[in-house]
Structure formats: structure tokens, C-alpha cells
């Protein structure tokens, strides 16, 4: 099932995607979290509208927490990082998840514009399979994470390089406005097959920047959720992204980095593609 959220003139509307198009949720509701919590599929009130003829917003339109992420999950990512920067060794790893979290005010949308704010000269791009939580645990063993596993979605954790830099951290250099990107829609477990090994591919402009698989990550999915979730209790509609693959903009030579007009496309196997554009500010 795709779960997805668009725009209508009253606000948010939730919807899943079918073969006849995009069908709302019965009874109707802008909020994506009461139908993720329900733990079933929804019933629809027919009158498919064409995908085209709608306004896509993040699948969950109005996030109640914070993105959760994780950093350096990739080995091939954390081995080119150290390349660039010398700041670790190469084939040297986190012993642990490492987490951070992407501010409520980052959040945007498919086809929604990323502003390349005057404050950065660095701007990257770094797809990412983001976990979706459906329903409410703490303490949850590594043999029992999928249960708490609704589906996936995909994030553009677009980041400003200088700005980590200058602030010795990841979180105000990935939470600028609009730095935050998710969709195009939310696709349950049972559809995406091993959220472990799913192709994954970023373009700019066409050209092929990251092409990996989840098959890299240092940690796999049901780590993360077990891990996170110690002493930390996890609700329905939390979202972990689950860190980048290989290929990022800045460990290029000379450097990659996107600019104002670029078009960045973000796509994840058996769940779709995630496109958004570079603007002024």
C-alpha cells in the first residue's frame, strides 16, 4: 500500500495510491499518524483522481516529532568521508548507532523547492530509506523490531557542509529550512520487500551521483529500531532515516555540490522517486 498526503483547498488529505489513482481514506482526515496507528489498511471512498491532477505534500503533512537519523550508516559513505577529510580511518566504523535529528522545520515535500539560504556556500544532497514506525514501543528487541515497522519512505537529507564544519555538529547544517524532503509517499513493509537490500540512487541533473544499496549499511534496520528504542519510547508516524550511501558531493574532486537551478532526484526501489529543485532564497 502507498499511503500519501496532498493539498486540497481545506487543508491536508490522506490518501493511498491504487492502480485507479489516488483514493481518499474513509473517513477523511488530513493527519497521516491516525491511519499509520490504526495498524490496517483503510477503506477509501473511491473517485480516484489522476496522480498528476494533485498537489503532493510530505506523506506525513504536519510532523509531531522531530526526523530522527542516523550518521555514517554506510560504509562505502563513512570510507569516502575519510578519504575527503582525514578525520577517521579508512574501513573504521561506528561501534554503535550514531543518532542525531532532522528540526521540525526543515520539513518539505516532493516537488517542493530547497533554498540554497545565503548563510551556506556547501550544499549536498544525501539520499537516504527512512524507517516509519507503526505503533508505540521502548525497549524493543533486535528479533522483534519489524514488528514495530509500518513501512518506508524516502528522504533528500540535504545538508550544508560548511556549516557542519563551522559548528562542529550535524544538526543546524541539516535543519536549515527546507533541508528536509520526504515522499513521495509512504510504502508499507509487505511492498517494499528487505528494507536491507534496496537499490538506491540519487541524480542531479540527470547524472547518476549515488547508486548503492541498503545492503551497505553498517546498521541494519532492525539494529537502528532496537537500539533507538532503549529506554526511548517510539510512537506511530516516527521516521528514522537511516544515513547515505556513497557518492555524496562533497568527497568528489573536485567537489560536487548543488547550486541554484539543479534538479536533485532521490529514488529507492519498489518505492519511487523523490525530486526537488535548487532555488534562490
Known amino acids: 500500500m502507498k499511503l500519501l ?9 490522506v490518501a493511498i495510491l491504487t492502480d485507479a489513482g489516488v483514493e481518499d481514506v474513509e473517513p477523511e482526515t488530513g493527519d497521516a499518524i491516525e491511519v499509520i496507528a490504526t495498524g490496517s489498511v483503510p477503506k477509501t471512498i473511491g473517485a480516484p483522481k489522476q ?31 575519510a578519504r575527503k577529510t582525514g578525520a577517521r580511518k579508512v574501513g573504521e566504523y561506528p561501534k554503535i548507532p550514531v543518532f542525531f535529528t532532522k528540526w521540525i522545520g ?15 556556500k556547501e550544499l549536498d544532497y544525501e539520499c537516504e530509506l527512512v524507517i516509519v514506525i507503526g505503533k508505540k514501543g521502548i525497549n524493543i528487541p533486535k528479533d522483534k523490531a519489524m514488528d514495530y ?11 550544508a557542509r560548511d556549516i557542519q564544519r563551522r559548528h ?6 541539516k535543519s536549515l ?14 511492498e517494499t520487500g528487505d528494507g536491507n537490500n534496496l537499490d538506491i540512487k540519487t541524480r ?55 547550486k ?7 529514488e529507492i526501489e519498489n518505492i519511487g522517486v523523490l525530486r526537488n529543485k535548487i532555488v534562490a532564497p
Open 168 to 173: 562542529g555538529q550535524w544538526f543546524k547544517g
Open 51 to 81: 496522480l498528476d491532477s494533485v498537489k503532493l505534500l510530505a506523506p506525513v503533512a504536519e510532523l509531531k516529532r522531530p526526523v530522527i537519523a542516523v550518521g555514517l550508516n554506510y560504509k562505502k559513505h563513512s570510507d569516502e568521508g
Open 177 to 190: 529550512d527546507s533541508y528536509g524532503p520526504l515522499g513521495p509517499w509512504i510504502v508499507t513493509k509487505d
Open 204 to 258: 542531479l541533473n540527470g547524472e547518476i551521483r549515488q547508486d548503492s544499496s541498503t545492503s551497505d549499511m553498517i546498521f541494519d534496520i532492525e539494529t537502528v529500531v532496537s537500539v533507538l528504542s532503549e529506554g526511548f519510547t517510539l510512537h506511530p508516524g516516527d521516521m528514522i532515516a537511516t544515513g547515505t550511501a556513497e557518492g555524496v558531493g562533497f568527497a568528489m574532486d573536485p567537489p560536487g555540490l548543488m
Open 260 to 266: 541554484v537551478g539543479d534538479v536533485v532526484e532521490c
Open 149 to 159: 515497522v509500518y513501512g518506508y519512505t524516502i528522504m533528500n537529507e540535504v545538508s
Open 106 to 120: 526543515s520539513h518539505n515535500r516532493p516537488e517542493g523547492d530547497v533554498i540554497l539560504h545565503d548563510i551556506t
Open 5 to 13: 498526503t496532498y493539498e486540497t483547498g481545506d487543508g491536508p488529505r
